[in-house]
């Protein structure tokens, strides 16, 4: 019971009374009765959607109540909003909270006087690489999806913020939210916590693949879903729910594939819809075509019309809000997702179908099977407590040895351990040289000591293993001018044969310190600390500068557009077949541009790398040559999601790059610069002046000049009529000469003036 619960703010139990929570679920009240609310710490490792929220909710608010200050650490953006809405409804009984994202070069003073903080782990990890100072007032800390450690991308990131954080106050209560794993009590020990594990669900679920006409269940029951012949597999599991008035989710493997899903289910539910629900329906479209005018906008609100909708990363916040609200509130019936939704994302239906168990890999180079882990995730939104009878998930099989293999493979299956990826070394260049900088080790052993308090080190067998990555890294750092050591020997010449005999140098720093590596000091550079700082891989870094080192004359935006798309921050685009001959023939072209060592044509692969950082530079340099977006997207086949995020990307790392190029004193900040302004806006050199302006797009801006208008201060002056026939909205005109701060910006009365500049560019 809810009352029972003692060292909480008052006013939180009536809080959670009025959402409707008036005991505790039982893997809750097993959270409680480990110490949850006495500040302990534990790792729960239980189902999706089993209310790990109020877990950690009830371990935040009870620390609060002793004086003390949380942190929520989200593994993805886009639910650290959610999060922080969920939270915010507390501060009616006096708790504040402040959520914090992007931005990784702020230490975000503000947030000191918050009593919760949500945040992502990347941003934690940079707060602590900036020395934000309140993060030692922290008294808890929750790591939800705690189990996003195997990531080989993020896992390492959250695993050091964790080491960190206890480093930074070792009496620090940890409470990590897990899926049900097979390694939970592993976690458990590395964190000093106790294990809450459970499979208790609030409501149950059934789970079978469908083949023929029938789902086959796990407890033996079959039920009959028939397909006509011209309908898929999810059309008929999705008519067949929705008829018994509940609802659908599907999930996908890609975006694009969510979006064609939803056209088809959309169809396939519109039948099924009353006058009410198309008449409240018309009017969510409404509100999602309101939220912008982008194709995706639109392709989702002639879904919604029907009662169908997709789901996936590159949707708005809003859209995505209004989605699933709509879903919750049962006006839509279907939504075919990727599987972000699955993570956290509470939206759970009667009926769960996985359509995709496989995915393209890029590492692979083909398909492959998502995790059993990833499986049981999507499965566990099936079923609304209180709602529903129970919830169904469901896998399609195309045969009957595709069915027995689907229930082995994931439906009888256990999710798989996490394993730490710290040891690669992408993670451990980033890590070290961020625990050197920041201060958390000054010698080799204290590094070595700090890195045997990570889950990698308590898992590895291999007991010189990472001491031998870490000396290679070491080197890497020097050789770069990121790092310095002083005294002893250097530990990088100990060869694999050393680290392999230093079988027990894992204990403690003192044992560590072996006779050569003794008393080695650890210093990060300036340079070391600028990269650090500017959240980079050090590979990235050192390609940067050793790229502007090597320029002899004033880069191009060429040359530092393909510079920066051979860094490991930037994901290049693949060539695809063809292609190879196509880059190859730009390569010459180009050539004296390109900044740094071009690999020999004999080294296949860096080659290829080169050639595919060429195409990423070349769809970088043809958005600030003004192409349109959707030339561009048809010429390097990839959707207006990517691009924006390769141009984000871009930006990030060139301004970088403008910092770097003034650390080590390089003549070119200020074409980095312009090179950087040029792929913010998307615009050629002439035209940076005016889209500084507000209001001043890539278009208008390039209208404006055609007309002969070149600057804001041209803006002041000329003629409005000249201005007009540039825009041709009057309200916008308006708006762009009162920004560019004309004294009288009204339009009134003005005539347009057509002045003919010329063919655009691009
Ligand atoms: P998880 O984080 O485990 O996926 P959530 O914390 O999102 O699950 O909880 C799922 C839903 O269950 C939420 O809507 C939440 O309000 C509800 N819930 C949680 N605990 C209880 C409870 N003790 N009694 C009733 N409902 C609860």
């Known amino acids: 019971n809810l009352e029972e619960l003692s060292g909480l703010p008052p006013g939180a139990v009536s809080h959670f009374q009025d959402e409707g929570i008036e005991s505790l679920y039982p893997p809750q009240a097993e959270a409680v009765e480990a110490g949850a609310t006495d500040g302990d710490s534990l790792v729960a490792a239980v189902p999706t959607a089993s209310g790990k929220t109020m877990i950690a909710a009830l371990s935040m608010l009870s620390a609060i109540e002793r004086g003390g200050k949380a942190l929520y650490i989200v593994p993805l953006r886009a639910l650290a909003s959610e999060k922080k809405d969920e939270f915010e409804a507390y501060e009616e009984f006096g708790v504040s909270v402040g959520v914090t994202t992007g931005n990784y070069e702020s230490t975000d003073d503000w947030l000191a006087t918050r009593d919760i903080v949500v945040a992502t782990s990347e941003k934690v990890d940079s707060l602590v690489r900036n020395g934000a100072d309140w993060l030692s007032d922290l008294t808890c800390v929750v790591s939800d999806e705690v189990h996003l450690i195997d990531d080989r991308n993020r896992g390492p990131t959250l695993e050091v913020t964790l080491a960190k954080l206890r480093a930074l106050n070792p009496a620090l209560q940890v409470v990590a939210l897990s899926a049900t794993v097979g390694n939970a009590g592993e976690i458990a020990d590395w964190l000093d916590a106790e294990l809450v594990a459970s499979d208790w669900r609030p409501i149950d679920l059934q789970m079978g693949v469908h083949y023929g006409n029938a789902i086959s269940f796990d407890d033996g029951s079959k039920r009959e879903v028939p397909v006509d012949g011209s309908e898929s597999q999810e059309d008929a599991l999705v008519r067949d729910i929705v008829a018994e008035d509940a609802s659908a989710l599907v999930f996908v493997n890609s975006r694009r594939n969510a979006e064609a899903a939803a056209r088809r289910l959309a169809n396939v539910v519109a039948p099924e819809l009353d006058d009410e629900e198309k008449a409240a329906l018309d009017e969510l479209a409404d509100d999602i075509r309101d939220v912008s ?18 789901h996936h990363a590159g949707l708005a916040s809003e859209h995505r809000s209004l989605v699933e609200d709509a879903f919750r509130d049962r006006l839509l019936k279907v939504i075919s997702a990727t599987p972000t939704l699955a993570a956290g994302v509470n939206t759970p239906a009667r009926r769960v179908v996985v359509r995709d168990w496989r995915r393209f890999d890029s590492t692979a180079g083909g398909m492959t099977p998502l995790d059993v882990l990833e499986v049981h995730q999507m499965m566990g939104r099936a079923g609304r407590p209180g709602l529903d009878p129970y919830g169904e998930a469901v896998l399609l099989a195309k045969s009957h040895d595709e069915q027995d293999d689907l229930f082995d493979r994931y439906i009888w299956a256990e999710a798989e ?4 990826k710290l040891a690669a070394e992408p993670a451990l260049r980033t890590h070290v040289l961020a ?30 293993r990472l001491e031998s990555v870490t000396d290679t890294v070491l080197d890497y750092l020097e050789r770069n001018d990121f790092v310095e050591r002083e005294g002893g020997t250097a530990g990088g010449s100990r060869s694999g044969a050393d680290a392999d005999a230093a079988d027990d140098a894992f204990t403690s720093a003192a044992d560590l310190a072996t006779e050569a590596n003794r008393d080695v000091d650890l210093r990060a550079t300036n340079l070391g600390h600028t990269v650090s700082r500017l ?4 590979m990235s870094a050192a390609e940067i500068v050793h790229g502007l080192e090597s320029a002899g004359s004033r880069p191009t935006a060429m040359g530092l557009y393909q510079l920066i798309a051979r860094t490991p921050n930037m994901y290049e685009l693949y060539l695809r077949s063809g292609e190879d001959d196509k880059y190859g023939q730009l390569y010459y072209e180009l050539e004296d541009e390109l900044l740094g060592d071009a690999p020999s044509e004999y080294e296949d692969n860096r080659f290829e790398d080169w050639l595919a950082a060429l195409k990423t530079g070349a769809l970088l340099k043809d958005w600030a040559d003004e192409m349109d977006e959707d030339r561009l997207t048809e010429r390097y086949s990839i959707g207006p999601g990517d691009l924006r995020g390769k141009v984000e990307t871009a930006e990030w790392l060139l301004g970088a790059a403008e910092t770097l190029a003034a650390e080590i004193d390089s003549d070119w900040s200020v074409a980095v610069r312009e090179a950087r302004a040029r792929v913010e806006h998307g615009v050629r050199e002439e035209l940076l002046e005016l889209v500084s302006v507000r209001g001043v797009g890539r278009k208008r801006a390039r209208q404006l000049y055609q007309a002969g208008v070149e600057s804001a201060a041209d803006l002041r002056t000329v003629d409005k009529g000249i201005v007009l026939g540039a825009l041709r909205g009057r309200k916008t005109a308006e708006n762009i000469l009162e920004n560019a701060g004309r004294e009288d910006p009204s339009m009134d009365g003005v005539e347009a003036i057509q002045v003919d500049g010329g063919d655009a560019p691009g």
């Open 293 to 310: 005018d982008s194709e995706t906008s639109t392709d989702l609100a002639a879904a919604v019309e029907k009662g169908g909708a997709f």
């Open 417 to 420: 351990d996490v394993r730490s």
């Open 435 to 464: 625990t050197i900088a920041s201060g958390f080790a000054s010698t080799r052993d204290g590094l070595l000591s700090f890195m045997n308090e990570t889950l990698y080190a308590s898992q590895t067998d291999e007991r010189g």
């Open 535 to 538: 959240y980079l891989d050090p």
